[in-house]
């Protein structure tokens, strides 16, 4: 009774403080979103109305500084369409735009195919190993190598099959002149402890600048082994930053630590299914986080994200996570966390000339809430927020940019969309 006076308290106080800052006119026609606006203008928390007005999960926990949830409400001055390039995809997870405009994309019962710039899809690639594709597992995220214009090297992840359960692992090959196959596949990279369970394996991959590779982890979910997220003798839970061989990075922060495993770049995730790395080689990270707790984080070196001791959010049963907090000093505290949950998988910061009001923004796809989000950053602080593709009414699975500057999408579901959003012909 106490936490639903609260809640009503709190929504009747953000209803009475929220002013409106921009007004907009939109239409939205077919596959095509049309808006007219004044040209978009930095917004503070105090002159604006959040783009999230529903009740909050957990209305009485309150955010650590000014704008971390619930930003302003923005609007694109864009003109843009939406293409579907292809449809019968099962379940794709992943799309990786090729340098010649076609399109790898990777499904989650074990498939890696290409799919050309005009729609046609091809056979799927030889040489994928095993996955175990129960509940949230399969093949999972598509990198190519940062020299795959003479390499031709592919790197995925995917949930391994083991002896005793299962757990992500990072592999690479080298597809053929043909685009049919892969070759000198190679397992570098397997998570440890494998886990008799289906759910919470991350799993994304982003290069970073010097070439290194981050590989996203997460901790399995059952209550059992989540504590894992803190050991430091575990992968689970983790960003890791490895070599293309596998190896951990040399610079790593816990190398030199007793106890520690060496591929360790930082601690305390729950289940990322959304990395992208920013224009200063940053790695940015959205945390699919318990209920009323999805979070984006700047991932530091060495640094410990908190999960499961320190969390926005409750458990999907409506009670509180065992033994945590939102606040606690020597964790860190998330950039930006959604109350109630859009679900995240995949993001892609903008960088491309098809789009310019939109450099420098972050999207990310939203499984439960189906739709685009687009973040506006500012000194490394989310100022504004906007959700696209609304009315498309799909759960968004991946988001990637291609060389032409148009954003290319998949659609989680067993007859799975590729879409193309590029500005209007």
Known sequence: MRKNYSRILAAIIL???????????????GSTTEEVSQPEQPATQNNCTPLETR????????????????????????DFEVTVITKGLEKPWAVEPLPNGDLL????????RIVTASGETGAPLTGVPKVDARGQGGLLDVALSPDFATDRTIYWSFSEPRANGNATSVAKGVLSEDRKSLSQVKVIFQALPAFDGTMHYGSRLAFAPDGTLFVTLGERSNIKIRPQAQHMDSHMGKVLRITTEGKPAQDNPFVNQQGALPEIWSVGHRNVQAAAVDAEGRLWIVDMGPQGGDELNLVEKGKNYGWPLVTYGEEYSGEPIPNAVTKKEGYEQPVYYWDPVIAPSGAQFYTGDAFPEWRGNLFVGALKEQRLVRLQL????????EHLLTDRGQRIRDVRQGPDGALYIVTDQTNGELWKLAPRR
């Open 15 to 29: 209803a009475a403080t929220s002013t409106a800052c921009n007004t907009q006119t939109t239409s939205q026609t």
């Open 378 to 385: 500012e000194n490394g602080r989310v100022t504004g927020e």
């Open 105 to 112: 994309v990777t499904e989650k019962p074990g498939r890696m």
């Open 55 to 78: 009740q909050a999960n957990v209305p009485e926990q309150e955010p650590a500084f000014e704008g971390q949830t619930r930003a302003c409400g923005i609007k694109s001055d864009v």
